[in-house]
């Protein structure tokens, strides 16, 4: 179970990092900005977060159950 938790986090952080633009320079950054409507970037910021909460939380259940076993 510990597994489990520690690569759903994993994949919720480079999922996260995905959309919110983290492993781009700062001309695909620019282009991308620049190329994109306001919704298209609210959507991509949102689901960014929710990925990135649920992958905090996946590393906590995971430190949990490694602590209480």
Do not use: C, P
């Not at 996260?16 to 983290?22: C, D, K, P, Q």
């Not at 190329?35 to 959507?43: L, P, Y």
């Amino acid at each position: 179970m510990l597994r489990f938790f520690v690569i759903a986090g994993v994949v919720a952080i480079l999922v996260s990092g995905t959309f919110i633009g983290l492993w781009t320079n700062g001309e695909q950054q620019r282009a991308n900005y620049h190329s994109e409507t306001a919704d298209h970037r609210a959507f991509r910021t949102k689901m960014g977060m929710y990925s990135g909460l649920v992958g905090f939380l996946s590393f906590g259940a995971a430190g949990l159950i490694w602590y209480l076993t």
